[in-house]
């Protein structure tokens, strides 16, 4: 629900270029983002985060989805 909220505020512009960023975090074309992919992909654009944040992040969209 939490996320359908924010994607009904996102402009078309802004849901295309993150499924452009989501494809090119997703190396292994699976429709998920491992922890590795992730931090990966943070890093390739430019964001150094420790472990444990980006286990925070990780965390926190997996409790958003299930709600």
Known sequence: MY???IAERLSEEEIAGLRQMFKA???????????GE???GL???GTE???REISDIM???S???RL
């Open 59 to 61: 965390e926190a969209v």
């Open 63 to 65: 409790v958003i989805s």
């Open 43 to 45: 890093r390739r654009y």
């Open 49 to 51: 985060l420790e472990d």
């Open 3 to 5: 996320l359908q909220v």
């Open 25 to 35: 975090v997703d190396v292994q074309n699976r429709g998920v983002i491992t922890f």
């Open 38 to 40: 992730l931090r990966q």
